[in-house]
């Protein structure tokens, strides 16, 4: 009998946002061809290991192995002070576990930072699999880094046609297959969820970390403001989960204390429910800048408002197709309180779009879920690759 094929996904960040966006594919592969491969899921962190567990549990009958990946006692001491302005232990997770990486075929990860197990760590042997994670507009959610895996599960249409344009992929080398996130979404919100116990319109803000673009050190003490004297409205300020933990870098301005007092006013700088939708589903209206999570919030249509707070010219961009959907603010003191009044107003001329955008962005298929697409896109890959078919043959 054969080897089994040794497949490991990594989760090696400081936040469990990117879980969802692979895990899903670990289960099914080991669900579907279990007897062909063994499946490991390593994590960095104690919170992505809970959420890859929880996870685990909406697919029965999975034989995946769990992993905690350590790193040197010296680096968890220093690396609270490290990770505020770089991420230095993703590369260090990886060198402390180079052993574990060179007994595995293949790697799948939702991020790019691995591809130095190849680049800097002399793995060229390891098969390499990127699964991405969101799906926005931005320009940096297409980096050239993407060349180093040998395959890539794209979401859909969309990001498929952006890195074609770019040249960052070759044909044979990517499925598109959907975006497995809502899956997991599904089972763990059934029935929406709630922030608040009264019935005001709820807006989400959710600032994107890269501050050349974003906008919560220029306008974001604004809208705490405008929501302190409008108890009108509730508001849920839940900034990409990246913004405040690398704050120095991005020289995140600080929240003054007075804003957490504010009882229409919920806070939260990373909490799990900043990672599973918790809030995009909360809310009545997205307001936002370039984070990718917009297109989650349009999963259900409702009303966008941007915050154009560098007067980029952005019609006509695509790394600003979302900026369709709704209106944006030119100005804040002129424009916000109007699009704030007008969002429920001015939905029917944007949903379209937002429809639209969201089935360009987002493959499905009935009958099938985006994790099985996935599992059965990287196995028949896997059946063709000269490194892995030998063993994989019916």
């Known amino acids: 009998m054969a080897t089994k094929v040794r497949v490991g996904f990594l989760f090696n960040h400081y936040f469990p946002h990117q879980v969802p966006h692979a895990a899903p594919y670990a289960f099914e592969l080991s669900r579907r061809y279990g007897k062909a491969l063994d499946v490991t899921v390593a994590c960095a962190t104690e919170e992505e290991l809970r959420f890859a567990q929880k996870i685990a549990s909406f697919y029965p009958g999975h034989k995946v192995r769990f992993l905690k990946l350590p790193v040197p006692w010296y680096y968890q001491v220093l690396d609270p002070f490290v990770s505020t302005w770089a991420f230095g232990r993703k590369t260090m997770v990886l060198r402390r576990n180079l052993e574990f990486f060179r007994t595995l075929d293949v790697l799948v990860a939702p991020e790019r930072h691995c591809a130095r197990l190849r680049t800097k760590f002399g793995l060229e042997d390891l098969i390499m699999i990127h699964t991405r994670h969101g799906a926005g507009d931005r320009k940096g959610g297409f980096d050239p880094k993407i060349k180093y895996f040998d395959f890539v599960l794209l979401p859909g249409q969309k990001p498929l046609d952006r890195l074609k344009e770019l040249g960052l992929l070759e044909e044979g080398k990517y499925a598109v297959v959907g975006y497995p996130k809502f899956e997991v979404v599904e089972k763990l919100h059934p029935q929406r969820p ?136 030119e100005d804040f003191e002129r424009d916000f309180a109007r699009c704030l009044e007008k969002a429920f107003a001015l939905q029917s001329l944007y949903e379209p779009k937002q429809r639209e955008a969201f089935r360009y962005t987002f493959y499905d298929e009935p009958g099938t879920t985006a994790a099985q697409r996935g599992a059965a896109a990287i196995y028949q890959f896997l059946r063709e690759h000269p490194r892995t078919k030998a063993r994989l043959k019916d």
């Not at 004297?229 to 849920?236: A, C, S, V």
């Not at 405040?244 to 020289?251: D, G, P, S, V, Y």
């Not at 003054?256 to 229409?264: L, V």
């Open 194 to 329: 709630r922030i608040f116990a009264n019935n005001h319109v709820t807006v989400v803000y959710n600032p994107h970390f890269d501050q050349r673009v974003a906008s919560w050190n220029k306008w974001g003490l604004k809208v705490l403001e405008f929501f302190a004297k409008h108890r009108e409205y509730n508001l849920i300020f839940a900034p990409h989960v990246v913004l405040f933990r690398r704050r120095l870098r991005h020289r995140a301005r600080r929240i003054p204390k007075r804003f957490y007092r504010c009882p229409n006013i919920h806070i939260d700088l990373g909490s799990m429910a900043s990672v599973d939708m918790t809030y995009m589903l909360a809310a009545d209206i997205y307001l936002g800048d370039v984070s990718s999570q917009v297109y989650e919030f349009i999963w259900k249509p409702r009303p966008c408002i941007y915050l154009n707070a560098h007067g980029v010219k952005w019609q006509g961009n695509p790394y600003y197709l979302h900026w369709t959907f709704g209106q944006v603010v």
